[in-house]
């Protein structure tokens, strides 16, 4: 037994020093040290209606990275450029609650650029005219908060895919305008879901250490990523978006490799959202 503990103790002495060296050991024998191959992702878990308080949410596990998304319905008045549609907004918060690499205060770069992103996507996804209550009076104002509660890489999968468990799950009570008043009722006896005009399914594939290519990086090899493709499928099978970060080359062959894969993929995701 001591033998056995001297031995684990001194691999995980050498992965602190010598975090480089160690990924680059296991990545020269045509493994990762998780064991997993190449293009092998974690497994992903999906649980809809997390969270009690929110007219929908989900959680999301890709191994230990942990996301939940909550969405919550405001009534707002429309902006006067689309007097029929409503609002959906989205937040993604990385706070040192899921990672030491995170700071507290304003959200980071990441977080941001998360957001944005993810907004982008999601304007495909919601018709905003079914947001609408009355024209020109009042729309519903959907806020998407989405929390990374563990981050072991990949975070940026685990949000979207919770975001659309979030809308699939959302339901929003039956609203009425008074018009002599001007006050929205809600029915909350009556509760109607969104139309989704398609589903998405993301596939995220890294370049580790300038050389390697390995889907669904974890947070060790993600410190070593010089380059990361984000692939979307819709539940078609059709490209809805490739986002490309990093300083790394990726050619057009690892490109079209990666959306070979990411169909693949399409399929776990889509009966974990089942």
């Not at 020093?17 to 024998?29: A, N, T």
């Not at 809809?48 to 405001?74: F, H």
């Not at 990672?99 to 770069?109: F, I, V």
Request: hydrophobic residues 40%; proline residues 4%; glycine residues 6%.
């Amino acid at each position: 037994m001591a033998s056995t503990e001297q031995l684990t103790f001194a691999i995980e002495t050498f992965k602190r020093i010598h975090p480089v060296e160690f990924q680059r050991r296991f990545l020269s024998q045509d493994t990762r040290h998780d064991g997993r191959a190449f293009l092998q992702f974690r497994a992903t878990h999906v649980v809809k209606g997390t969270i009690g308080t929110a007219q929908g949410s989900a959680t999301v596990r890709i191994g230990n990275t942990t996301v939940v998304c909550g969405i919550k319905a405001e009534v707002s008045e429309p902006d006067v450029n689309t007097p029929d549609q409503g609002y959906l907004a989205t937040n993604v918060d990385l706070s040192p609650i899921c990672s030491a690499n995170y700071r507290p205060g304003a959200p980071g770069d990441e977080a941001q650029v998360d957001s944005e992103h993810i907004f982008r996507l999601f304007g495909e996804v919601v018709d905003l005219k079914q947001l609408c209550i009355e024209n020109d009076q009042a729309v519903w104002s959907l806020s998407a908060d989405i929390v990374c509660l563990k981050s072991d890489g990949n975070v940026l999968d685990a949000a979207i895919i919770a975001l659309m468990a979030a809308v699939e799950d959302l339901k929003l009570p039956q609203a009425s305008l008074d018009p002599a008043t001007g006050v929205v009722s809600a029915n909350k006896a009556i509760e109607t879901q969104l139309t989704l005009r398609k589903r998405l399914f993301p596939a995220t594939f890294s370049l580790v250490d300038d050389a390697y290519l390995v889907a669904d990086a974890d947070d060790a090899e993600e410190r070593l990523t010089t380059a990361t493709l984000l692939v979307v499928l819709d539940d078609q099978g059709h490209l809805a978006n490739v986002w490309k970060r990093g300083a790394g080359t990726i050619d057009r062959p690892t490109i079209a490799r990666c959306i070979a894969e990411a169909k693949n993929r399409q399929n776990v995701v889509s009966s974990a959202l089942e």
